[in-house]
């Protein structure tokens, strides 16, 4: 099976990354998933993602303990730490909590660096099923700026493939059906993406053959290499790690247009993860309700659901406040993020910017975005849409129906503001 199938419309789902940094537990994994099955799952919410260092017996923030010993197996394989994962006990894995977020309908993910770890270099274990061991493969001058945990892998080497190949099968042992691999996207650090490696990875996908959704990080992703990571894989961060503060959202504008025409089926340019509701749990962020307004909140929810971003959810769910919800559970935006195309910037002046696409059934969507300090009106000519006669109007965020326009669509937007619209 191609792998685009796997992700034929943008993933939606739950990271532990923005409330937990690098010390998730299974118990919160578990609460989170019995959160998202009970609440979101109806409207199309589905991944359960753990993100980094499951395998760090002594994990305490977002922030990396050096050269730590780490849980591994005798291949060279990480495994996740018991003290924070009991079920993982007797050498099962990610299996039986991967067993209890499918029984809830939904789907499991991790996150995993690129290469191969450290400890096994220097322990010289072998791989799986060759004669090589990590040292014969290990890329040594090939390594994370910001996290110590591995080597790289030498794709030119023999056993390199080999390597990938067993962490992949344990991986459809366990059930994982999403994988968000790190280290291995961004364009600034050690010389760009590194494609050997994001080769290595998606053979071992097809090897194991299981439909096992990949996400590259960080970013931003080079997009001179656009075509090699619709080829190889179905998501790809478009920027570092982002976090809730406007500069940040602001640049993103910048970000989508340079990725305009790229969403497609199987293939999302990714504007990272929604730093909605409670985040900083435990990390060196201080604990808190995220610091967007809540019109940045909608413009950030806006900017991703037209330009057709996966969106995983970043905060504590279980602390979800009515809004925060309401922000994730509105069918009609949820409709348009799945279904619609074409999706681009009409124009940009100023602090006014307009994004449209195109719906499935000949409906148009328009997103009025005003970035400036001041509330400021918004505006755009339906012969800027594309369309001829009058169109009748849809708020989605509040569902009004607001009637007919003959020539120009326009709203007072707030400042750092959104709205969204149906025409058809």
Not at 105 to 113: A, C, D, P
Not at 151 to 163: I, L, P
Request: aromatic share 10%; hydrophobic share 40%; net charge negative.
């Amino acid at each position: 099976m191609n792998h685009h199938a796997f992700a034929p419309t943008p993933p939606l789902g739950w990271n532990s990354w923005d409330c937990y940094g690098a010390t998730v537990r299974e118990e919160e994994v578990r609460g989170n998933a019995a959160y998202m099955a009970e609440y979101l799952k109806p409207y199309g919410w589905e991944y359960v993602v753990v993100d980094i260092q499951w395998y760090e017996p002594g994990a305490v923030s977002d922030l990396y303990r050096p050269f730590v010993r780490l849980e591994m197996d005798s291949y060279s394989r990480l495994m996740p730490a018991v003290n924070r994962f009991p079920s993982a006990d007797g050498g099962q894995g990610f299996k039986p909590l991967a067993d209890y977020v499918h029984n809830l309908g939904l789907k499991f993910g991790i996150h995993i660096m690129r290469g191969i770890p450290r400890q096994a270099v220097h322990d010289n274990t072998p791989i799986k099923g060759t004669s090589v061991t990590a040292r014969d493969i290990a890329h040594t001058c090939s390594f994370c700026g910001w996290n110590t945990d591995m080597y790289g892998v030498d794709a030119s080497k023999e056993g390199a493939q080999e390597y990938y190949n067993s962490l992949f099968e344990l991986y459809a042992e366990w059930g994982v059906d999403y994988i968000k691999v790190d280290d291995i996207a961004d364009s600034w650090l050690h010389g760009g993406a590194h494609l050997g490696e994001i080769e290595l990875i998606r053979k071992a996908i097809e090897h194991v053959g299981r439909p096992i959704v990949l996400s590259l990080s960080p970013g931003p992703a080079p997009v001179k290499h656009a075509d090699f990571l619709e080829d190889n894989a179905n998501m790809w961060r478009m920027t570092d790690d982002f976090w809730d503060r406007w500069p940040l959202l602001l640049d993103m504008f910048d970000r989508c247009k340079t990725w305009e025409g790229r969403p497609k089926p199987g293939c999302w340019p990714d504007c990272d993860m929604l730093p909605l509701g409670r985040i900083g749990v435990r990390c060196s962020h201080p604990d808190r309700m995220t610091r967007f307004t809540r019109d940045e909140q909608v413009t950030m929810m806006t900017l991703w659901s037209i330009f057709r971003s996966p969106l995983m959810m970043g905060g504590e769910m279980r602390d979800n406040d009515e809004w925060t919800l309401s922000l994730l559970t509105n069918r009609e935006v949820l409709h348009m993020h799945r279904t619609s195309f074409g999706a681009r910037q009409v124009s940009r002046d100023g602090d006014r910017v307009v994004w449209s696409a195109q719906g499935s059934d000949g409906e148009h969507y328009v997103a009025l975005f005003n970035t400036g300090e001041e509330e400021a009106e918004v505006a755009v000519t339906l012969r800027e849409l594309g369309l001829d006669g009058e169109a009748l109007v849809q708020n989605l965020w509040s569902g009004e129906v607001l009637g007919t326009r003959t020539e120009t669509l326009s709203a007072v937007i707030a400042p750092h503001g959104a709205a969204l619209y149906r025409l058809g």
